[in-house]
């Protein structure tokens, strides 16, 4: 049975945790975005030499704020499944290895946009163009791109199964709702990448791009909110 003291360190931690993951979102969204559209743009692509040509070492901004996103994620659906009831312990399970997966991909592909491929642009140009035409995600139809929608993908998917955790009061009601929201979301775009990759960089991806974040700023604050409720209540 989980003691009082048990549940307010795991609520502690889930609520660091969401915290830890707004900081993420806003580092490697809109605030890098606005940045870089300022100081270090990057023009859309067109091939290796034009991408080495404008790098500069703040364009790994979004990826170093992306570490933070998704450590903050892994750590946060590691509370949730503690919290998870027996009955759930299943589901729940799952939802933790989905995010383990997720964390995975995702951690592999910021590794090669702050350490690979701008090594390959600075350095070793001459006979490396085409693989930093497939790691690039500047380049909408690189590798980069199918590891990062999919790993987004599963982690909806741990979404929609943990939603259950949240139950009783309006406020728990309202964040499974949004979990579930962003996981047949995150899913749905997933496999749209897989029909028609590229689709991200146009007008259309700017749109699904914005209203993620904020759907997942909603989702995590409310989860943050729940968490030190959870924690009030058990003391």
Known sequence: MTTPSATIQTCRWGA???ICTLVGIVVSGPLAILVLSLLRPQPAWSD?????????????????????LVFGFVAMMASLYVLAPAEQKA?????????TAFAALVFLNYVIQTTFVPNLAERDL?????????????????LAWALEMWAYG??????????????????????????????????T???????????????????????????????VSLVLVVLRR?????R
């Open 16 to 18: 660091n945790a969401a």
């Open 48 to 68: 290796a030499e034009t991408f080495a040509r404008h790098y500069h070492w703040l364009q790994a901004l979004p990826y170093f704020g992306g570490f933070l």
């Open 91 to 99: 589901r729940a399970t799952t939802a933790l290895m989905l995010t």
């Open 126 to 142: 001459v006979g490396s163009s085409k693989i930093i035409a497939a790691f690039s995600m500047v380049n909408p139809s690189s």
């Open 154 to 187: 599963f982690l909806g998917l741990g979404h929609l199964l943990i939603a259950p955790v949240f139950s009783g009061t309006a406020m728990e009601r309202a964040t499974a709702i949004l979990f579930v929201v962003n996981g047949v979301s995150s899913g």
């Open 189 to 219: 775009t997933a496999v749209w990448t897989a029909v028609d990759p590229g689709w991200m960089m146009t007008s259309i991806g700017a749109v699904a791009y914005t209203v993620w974040n904020v759907l997942v700023l909603v989702m």
């Open 230 to 234: 959870r924690m009030a209540s058990a």
